[in-house]
Structures are given as C-alpha cells and as structure tokens.
C-alpha cells in the first residue's frame, strides 16, 4: 500500500543566494537613487566596470570615474559603496584586515587622483545604511546635531547616511564646489 501523502511542504526549501555582484550593483543603485532624489538631480549613477573604470582604462582626465558612482563633475566626493560585510563590527575596524578599512583606502587612493573627499557608504544586512568621511568635513555646530556617530581614529567619523542628508540640504555647499 502506498501512502497519498506529499510532504514536500514541510521540508524547508533553501533560499536563493544573492551573487554578491548582483547585491552590489543594486545597493549602488539605490545609494545613486538616494543621492539623486536628496540633490534634486539624476547625474548620479553606478560605474560601468565596477568603480575600476578610471585605474583600468586609458581615458583622458576630464571622462576620468572614480569610484562606484558617476557624480556630478563638481561634486565634493568619490563615493565607494559596500552592500554585506556582515561579520565585521565596531571591532573589527581596530584591525588592518577589516573590510571596511580597505574599502576606505581605495576611497582615499581614488579621492587623492582626483582631488576630492572619500565617503565610503556601506550597509549591512537589514542595518541602516552608514557612511565615512573625513572628520574635517564636519563643523562643531554639525557634530552637535547628529543624534550618534563615531569617530575613527581621530581622522574620520561614522555616521548614518539619512542623518548626514538631513543636516545638509541640497543648496549646502558641503556637497559641491562652486568654482
């Protein structure tokens, strides 16, 4: 006799991996959609190559890309866009192998050839998403209305993104050189 029971149901199915390329180009594109909306402008979008475009290709200076995203030409930063990294945390950042550190320092290489500020701009699974800049780019009267950061090293400073967008308004020359 056999049994008419189908218990493919109860056996848990094993979610989808997400290739980790795949995460990152549509973590890129939602940072590019945020920044896009915030500043009034659609000049933002990913990097074709994967933010290499600028180091591997032989381009003249002024079609030159750093970073994961193409900004405006006379935006202030070089952004770099990190979408996992999971299993690092605040510790993490006290060792030279941290994730988050080397994301940093390609951003301060990439800001360097182009004379701009690195902003690293990152999110862990279900976390806010958070960005590092320089300390410098903040004034005491700023530091005073962010609710919570964290300074790195005496040189850069964690902070969520949704609150660095509310203490600068699109019209704020924090995100533009005006030459």
Same mark, same amino acid.
């Given at each position: 006799?056999?049994? +008419?029971? /189908?218990?493919?149901?109860?056996?848990?199915?094993?979610?989808?991996? &997400?290739?980790?390329?795949?995460?990152?180009?549509?973590?890129?594109?939602?940072? $590019?959609?945020?920044?896009?909306?915030? &500043?009034?402008?659609? /000049?933002?979008?990913p990097t074709p190559g994967s933010g290499a475009f600028a180091t591997t290709h032989k381009l003249p200076e002024h079609l030159q890309i750093y970073g994961d995203l193409i900004t405006p030409k006379n935006f202030n930063f070089v952004l770099e866009c990190k979408k996992g990294y999971n299993n690092e945390n605040i510790g993490s950042t006290f060792s030279s192998k941290s994730l988050i550190l080397e994301a940093l320092r390609?951003?301060?290489? /990439? $800001?360097?050839?182009?004379?701009?500020?690195p902003m690293v701009?990152?999110?862990? /699974?279900?976390?806010?998403? &958070?960005?590092?800049?320089p300390y410098e780019c903040f004034t005491p009267t700023n530091l005073k209305?962010?609710?919570?950061?964290? +300074?790195? @090293? @005496?040189?850069?400073?964690?902070?969520k993104l949704e609150e660095l967008l509310s203490i600068h308004s699109k019209e704020s020359t924090f995100w533009y050189t005006y030459f």
């Open positions: 006799m056999e049994d +008419a029971y /189908d218990l493919s149901k109860l056996i848990k199915s094993k979610k989808k991996r &997400l290739n980790s390329k795949n995460k990152g180009n549509t973590f890129q594109r939602k940072v $590019a959609q945020i920044f896009n909306d915030h &500043l009034s402008t659609t /000049d933002f979008s390609q951003s301060e290489r /990439d $800001a360097k050839k182009c004379k701009k500020t701009i990152f999110q862990q /699974d279900r976390k806010d998403i &958070l960005c590092i800049l209305s962010i609710s919570y950061h964290i +300074a790195l @090293n @005496n040189q850069y400073i964690i902070i």
